[in-house]
Every structure is written in structure tokens, then in C-alpha cells.
């Protein structure tokens, strides 16, 4: 039998925070994640505008027998909408937000809920940037705490090793502060632990000393895929650790809101980043240049501009997704991802992505949390759009069907940033990374307030 809890002393919290209850006017815009597809139905939403409201929310929620969903932007709210949420208080960052650079330390601080366009544009003023990944409006707090995948990942590694402290509100409503010296442990535990710790109100991290990068996308028709895929993995088993890219086979429906170039098109994209010199980068690139692109825009950007190369969806967006990690891909395995997305399939996904991982990404850092690397040389990304329930349940099997298809290349490891589904989390760390990893949330979560899309 369930229980209706008691959320009265979240409505009588003394700093006044914006607190949305079932009924309410606000709940369903509250409760609303940046992919449309979940429908999480939470006890509450609080929506805090400064740390204080933060300790107040979670001290009421864990007095009132709640629990606690950090939630920044919603990007991965796939995995907690899988849960029942009737007993949680999802807290909700995105009004408590801000970055501060130090250009001497080259590093930024960044508030809670802060968006990665925000932190580029601020170090852009300073000619850096930062291991931001492909969207503009993913949040720092989720990306880095699940590891985070940047296109200067091969280079620089996984951007939860560029976070240099954290404050972080615990289950009792305490502000901790974590780094190599304060809390140590559980500085390690939450690079990689993602929210299963506390709701994070502030992230120090290095920034890159790039103000400009050679980055963008090469784009072929779909009918080209068995040239351009085996030559693509061909190339990145030799591509240099300054190259980071991405090979995806897109279909998009005819929609005038498109370019020409993708509107109801089939399509093969490279694209990703080169931290060469332009000459360099274009020797480098030659290789698939000479499959002659229809759309070439690989040049010199300016470092924000990287944030756009990607195409993804300029908003919220209903989606639903699958992924694996692959190994190394011979023949057989190219062959088999040509069945599954190549020319003449009707696939539903909206792209199929190949992710190259390896250099920095694959390499354990000793100063690093408890992920700081992935094991693996491609993640595989299957995602389809899913404007309604119906589309979602095909969505889902489409992506899994690519995923299973390539189970004799897939590794037992998975990405958490890229993963859409409730899964055994111990498939993201090490297995002693993961026993500690537990060990470190009894300690920092005794009560077990906090409930992370990904949970331990
Ligand atoms: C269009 C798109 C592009 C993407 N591109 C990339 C990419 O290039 N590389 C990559 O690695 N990933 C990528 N992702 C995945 C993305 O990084 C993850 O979904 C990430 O978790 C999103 O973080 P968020 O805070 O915006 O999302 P949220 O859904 O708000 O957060 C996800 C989880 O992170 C934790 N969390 C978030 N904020 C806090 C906080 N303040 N305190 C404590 N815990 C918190 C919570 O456990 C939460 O459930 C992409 C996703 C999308 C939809």
C-alpha cells in the first residue's frame, strides 16, 4: 500500500522558494524535463533561486520523509522518469545559474544549474574554452558528473577530470565544499557519481587555452554510407589524439523548418574537432575529403562556434535512445551497422551515431574521480524522435536493435551521459571504483535522500 506523503513542510519554507505541487498552475511547466518524451510526476518541484533555498528544500523534503532529484536542464531525465516519483522533490536548477572566470588559474566557477553555452561564451572573452560536449543547453552539472564527452575529449579526457572542486548541498541541507584537499573522497565519489551525493550548487574546472578551433562536418548522402563508414573507421584507428569526431547516419523527416540540405534527406556526417594547425588539420582530413562531400565546412571557427557543428535540436525535444560502447570494428562489424542503417533501410531512428573514444578518453587519470575514463573505441547512439507514446515504443525498439545487432562488438561497459535507460550502474566504473563508489555513498547519503538518474 502507498502512502500520500506529507509535502506540508515544503510549503511553509522559510526562504520562500518557488515549490510546485500536483494541482498547482506552475507543476506541469515545472516538472516538464528538456526531452518532452518523459513524463516525471514528482511529489513537488522546487525551483531554487540561491543556495540557502537549496538547503531548505532538502531539509524539508528529507524532514517530510521525500527524496531529492537534482535536476539541472532534464537533457538525461529519461532514466529517473523510468521510477515511480510520487515520494521525490525533484529540485530544479535552472534558476540558479552563473560562471565567473579566472583568467590567471584558467579556470571558471559555475553555479548549479548553468547551461555549457554560458561557461564557452564567458571563456571565449579570455580566448579559452572548455570540455563542453555537442548541445549548447546540455548543463555542466549533469555532463561532468557523468563523465562528459567533449569533441577535445581525445586530447584533453573526459571533462569530469577538468573539475577542480565542487560545493555540494548534502542530505542533511549542509554546504560542503570538495576538492584534492577538502573531502577528498568525496570529491572522487561525485566525478562520475553523477547526483546520487547531494545537490550541487557550484563547479570549479579548468578551462582550454583554444580561442579558435578547425572544426565541422563533412555530409554525403546516405546512398554513399558503404564508402564513407568503412573509411571513416578505417581512418580513426590512425587519427591523431588532437582529432575528436563523430560519424552519424541521419534520417530527417521533410519539415520546412529544415534546411534543403536535410529536409526528408537520408544522410552520412562526419564532423567533430582538430586542434591542428589548419594545414595540418587539412592533411589530416584528406583522406575523407577525397570521398568528395557534398558539404564541406571544416575550417577555422571561432571556439563557441564549435557548440553548433553538432546540428543538435536548438530546444526541448521528445526523444528516446539506446546505446552501447563498442571495441574495435573489423569488416564484419562495418557490414552489420551498413545492414542495420545503410542505404535502403527504413531504421526510424533520427540518427545513428559512432562516437570515437580513445587517446585522453580511454586513459585512467590518477588525479581523477571516480570515472575518469572509458574503456572502448566507439560509443554507439541510436536515437529516434518520439513526439507521442506510440512513436516512443517504436523509437526504443528501433535503437535496440541496432544495439543488439552490434552485441559481438559491444563491450560490457557503458557511458553514463549516454545512457537513456535505468541500467545495472555498475556497467560505468571499474568494479573496484564501484564497490568504493557504494562505500562513499553510505557515507555521504547514509538516509539515502538523493535519487540520481543513474542510481548506485
Ligand atoms: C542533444 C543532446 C546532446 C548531448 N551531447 C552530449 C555530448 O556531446 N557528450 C556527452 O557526454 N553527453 C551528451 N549528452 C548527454 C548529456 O550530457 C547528459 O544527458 C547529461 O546528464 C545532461 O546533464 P543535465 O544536467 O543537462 O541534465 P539533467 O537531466 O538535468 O541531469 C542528469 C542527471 O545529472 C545529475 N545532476 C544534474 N544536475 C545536477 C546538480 N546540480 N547536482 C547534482 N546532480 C545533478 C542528476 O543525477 C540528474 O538526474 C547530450 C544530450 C542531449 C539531449
Redesign the pocket.
Known sequence: MTTTPDIAPLTRLASGCEVHLPGSAGYDAART???LAVDQRPAAVAVPRTVEQVQDVVRAAAAAGLRV?????????AA?GELELGGVVIVR?SELTGVTVDADTRTARVV??TLWQDVVAAASSYGMTALH???PD??V???V??????FYGRQHGLAANAVTAIE?VTGEGALRRASATESPDLFWAVRGG???F????AIELELLPHADVYAGMLLWDRERAPEVVPAWVAWTRTAPESATTSLRVMSFPPLPELPPFLSGRDLVVIDGAVLESDDDAAALLAPLRALAPEMDTFGRIPATALLEV?M??PGPSP?VADHSVLGSLDAAGVEVFLEQVGPGTRTGLLAAELRHLGGALARPDARGGALSAIPGEYALFCVAMAPEPQAAVAGRAAAFGVVRALSAWSRANL?P??TETRVDSSRFYDGEDWAALCRARDVADPNRVFV???GL
Open positions: 524535463p528538456w526531452n532529484a537534482p535536476q539541472s536542464t532534464g537533457h538525461g531525465a529517473l536548477l548549479g544549474g560536449g555537442s548541445a546540455v548543463a552539472a549533469g555532463f558528473l557523468g563523465g562528459g564527452l567533449s555540494i553523477g547526483g546520487n547531494g545537490v550541487v550548487v553538432h543538435d535540436p526523444a557511458v551521459t549516454f540520481a538518474n543513474h
